[in-house]
């Protein structure tokens, strides 16, 4: 089984979000970046089926130079080869034509991507790609079995789960479940090691235009003070009388 | 030419989203002049719909749709798009509608933004501004193709009723069939849950330990509020993963989130930021979540909670 972890770039979750530019572009100056959370986990389930069923393991991120980091620590956790399209991600569709190039020329049986990425939160690429692919798709998927070319996946839904069967080609939008935090693997030195000598693809993108385009960032307009109640009953008459959520 | 909106139900009846999604479709369809046709599957209620602005309704009733399959509701939905000439399509943000939207927008070749939490900015250039960087800021998007599909952040636009007499029409596009199977569905039929909320309560590690959760419940009870809870509470297992929320965990919308012994970090915050009311109960009155918060008390959690919930059975009962 051939597997892609589709891995994108983004600010870690304690980063301040400013903008630069006249607004017109987030400002990277003293970030740091990570592998998004939801394809972290992801990742570490395609480290399981390597381990347990002989999977390769492949990892793509759409991006500039700048990324490369990111895919080095992917390669470190255990993926085989890296790739890199080389052009900036500007919105879901462009991303998703270049990522359903790789996987056709590359031959993936599994995608797995993350349910949304944590920076533009479009949770639109893996359904995209899969649907370029005519593959099948499972979104917020919370576990994942494959048997030859059988799947059985468990995805989560308002207020509970939901349990499918279905079939390779397979594309998910991942999330925590599919492995849990503990199992979250920080590199060794080995695997640091090992990382740089593993292929790193750097590939030149197919034309693909973008569907829709960020004209400007706006960040949320600054909050009043919080209102302290002396007691419950200060508070149940706030809510009611003022707040008017009770 | 119209505004299509998608219309969820659970066992025929509207959810509140389909009524907000379709006001917000009236919003859209008045900026451009046009009309709001709703889509709804397996409901025979469309005629309700006319209240909040659709003025025509396509029904679909179909068996093989009683369990959801995105495929199938994305190819029924595209299909109605071309027949109707619709310009945009709305839907929400319901785990169900944003499996189906990717797929949408490729059948459509259409732009999608999704999390959009206003009426366009522009129609021409089509513009929406939609929340980013979970929560933590906005962005305003250009769509540039023909169709637009959005998806629309829950409780940004809110329901609002704006009736007009409502066709309905039976609708059955062909659908073929794919891989995917559905084979158990396991959900609580009897609790609210977060995503359909309009109150949560959300208790953190200040509670010390499960057996604590008694409190909450209660309180989420006379609240008819759906529980959560902090990241760690749910990494220790004592409360289902399912109730974690936050920026990598669920989203919270609601109009009123009640935060008990939760210390407010900001990965926490993020995935609450688009609840409208914030309350903070916790007995540091440093803690980072009384800055994020509109209405706090500084007390120890075992005493406010209970005397909240009773404070609470009496103001329902004088209110009832
Ligand atoms: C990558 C990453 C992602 C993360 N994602 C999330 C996420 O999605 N959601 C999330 O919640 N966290 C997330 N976290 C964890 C987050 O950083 C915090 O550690 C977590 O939110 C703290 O949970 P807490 O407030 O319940 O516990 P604590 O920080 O331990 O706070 C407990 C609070 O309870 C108060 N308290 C104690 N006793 C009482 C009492 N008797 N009465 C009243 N108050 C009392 C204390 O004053 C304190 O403020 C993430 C962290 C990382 C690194
Ligand atoms: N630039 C990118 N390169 C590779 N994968 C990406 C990129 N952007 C998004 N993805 C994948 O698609 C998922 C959902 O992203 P999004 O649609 O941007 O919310 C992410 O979790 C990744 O797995």
């Not at chain 2, 960087?133 to 829950?154: D, M, R, Y």
Request: hydrophobic share 40%; with cysteine.
């Amino acid at each position: 089984m051939k597997i892609l972890v589709c891995i994108s770039h983004v600010p870690d979750t304690t980063s301040k979000i400013n903008f630069t530019n006249g607004d017109t572009q987030f400002d990277t100056n003293g970030v740091q970046f990570v592998i998004n959370p939801n394809d972290e986990f992801g990742l570490t389930r395609a480290m399981w089926f390597k381990e347990k069923q002989g999977a390769t393991v492949h990892v793509a991120n759409v991006g500039g130079p700048e990324t490369e980091p990111t895919l080095r620590k992917a390669l470190a956790i255990g993926a085989d080869e890296a790739i890199r399209v080389n052009t900036a991600a500007t919105d879901g569709y462009s991303v998703a034509k270049q990522l359903a190039n790789v996987i056709q020329e590359g031959g993936y049986d599994l995608v797995i991507a993350g349910r949304e990425s944590i920076d533009y939160n479009g949770g639109m690429v893996p359904g995209m790609v899969a649907k370029l692919l005519g593959a099948n798709f499972v979104n917020t998927c919370i576990s994942l079995e494959i048997d030859g070319s059988n799947a059985t996946a468990i995805r989560e839904i308002d207020g509970g789960k939901e349990t499918l069967k279905t079939s390779l080609p397979l594309v998910i939008g991942g999330q925590k479940g599919l492995v849990e935090e503990s199992d979250l693997r920080i590199p060794n030195m080995r695997g640091i090691m090992q990382a740089r000598s593993k292929p790193l693809h750097v590939k030149e993108p197919i034309s693909a235009n973008a569907e829709t385009l960020v004209t400007e960032f706006e960040k949320p307009a600054p909050r009043g003070a919080v209102k302290l109640a002396s007691d419950v009953d200060e508070l149940v008459q706030l809510l009611h009388n003022e707040a008017k959520v009770i | 030419m119209s505004v299509l909106v998608y219309t969820e139900s659970e066992g025929g009846t509207f959810k509140k989203i389909a009524q907000e999604a379709v006001s917000y479709a009236k919003g859209i369809a008045d900026q451009l002049g046009s009309t709001v046709t709703a889509i709804a599957i397996n409901s025979n209620h469309g005629a309700d719909l006319g209240t909040y602005g659709a003025s025509k309704v396509l029904e679909l009733s179909n068996d093989s749709l009683n369990k959801f399959n995105a495929e199938a509701y994305a190819q029924a939905i595209a299909t109605a798009a071309k027949e109707e000439g619709a310009q945009v399509v709305v839907l929400s943000s319901s785990a169900n509608s944003k499996f189906l939207a990717p797929l949408l927008a490729i059948e459509l070749e259409a732009g999608y933004v999704a999390n959009v939490t206003k009426l366009p900015i522009s129609t021409n250039p089509f513009t929406v501004k939609h929340s980013v960087f979970t929560n933590k800021a906005f962005a305003t998007s250009e769509i540039k193709t023909p169709i637009k599909i959005i998806g629309l952040a829950k409780n940004a636009y809110g329901v609002k009723e704006n009736p007009v007499p409502a066709s309905v029409s039976a609708f059955s596009p062909a659908l073929s069939s794919n891989g995917m199977e559905v084979v158990s569905v396991d959900k609580a039929t009897d609790k609210v849950t977060i995503a359909d909320a309009e109150i949560v309560v959300s208790g953190g590690r200040g509670l010390k330990g499960p057996e604590n959760w008694g409190m909450i419940e209660d309180l989420a009870s006379v609240l008819g509020a759906a529980t959560a809870c902090s990241k760690p509470v749910s990494d220790m297992g004592w409360r289902p993963h399912s109730e974690h929320v936050g920026q990598t965990g669920k989203p919270v919308a609601s109009n009123l989130y009640i935060a008990i012994g939760i210390s407010g970090a900001i990965q926490h915050l993020a995935g609450i930021n688009s609840s409208k009311v914030k309350v903070v109960i916790n007995n540091d009155p440093e803690a980072p979540f009384f800055k994020a918060a509109d209405y706090g008390i500084v007390g120890d959690a075992f005493e406010v909670v209970p005397q909240f919930i009773e404070k609470l059975k009496e103001f329902k009962s004088q209110n009832a």
